[in-house]
């Protein structure tokens, strides 16, 4: 069975720093796109960021855009999101998922969670002011 693992959440300050990992089990995913996505109370979830299968392209929510880097260690079959300068409005549960490679990798595809193929079971992260 494929799972994937979310780690490195946890409490931090305004202006603080988080690096989320993903890894998965049962599969290699040096062929999958990779997303992160973000859940908050209340809301719904909402795209934060994506890279392409070889790591060479992402993508980017505005609200994170040039704060959060989204990078992919295929050697590792780890994905990870360095969080940095956060934000109280950042505190969500953050989930990774993983979208086969042989679709394109578009913003317009990547922001659709529904089009993933495997998602993990999230990890907190909450940010105090």
């Known amino acids: 069975q494929v799972q994937l693992a979310e780690s490195g959440g946890g409490l931090v300050q305004a202006g603080g720093s988080l690096r989320l990992s993903c890894a998965p089990s049962g599969r290699t995913f040096s062929s999958y796109h990779m997303g992160w996505f973000r859940q908050a109370p209340g809301n719904e979830r909402e795209f934060v960021a994506a890279i392409s299968w070889s790591g060479g392209s992402t993508y980017y929510a505005d609200s994170v855009k040039g704060r959060f880097t989204i990078s992919k260690d295929n050697a590792k079959n780890t994905v990870y999101l360095q969080m940095n300068s956060l934000k109280p409005e950042d505190t969500a549960v953050y989930y990774c998922?993983?979208?086969?490679?042989?679709?394109?990798?578009?913003?317009?595809?990547?922001?659709?969670?529904?089009?993933?193929?495997?998602w993990g079971q999230g990890t907190q992260v909450t940010v105090s002011s």
């Open positions: 998922a993983a979208r086969n490679a042989r679709f394109p990798f578009t913003l317009a595809t990547m922001m659709r969670g529904a089009l993933y193929d495997y």
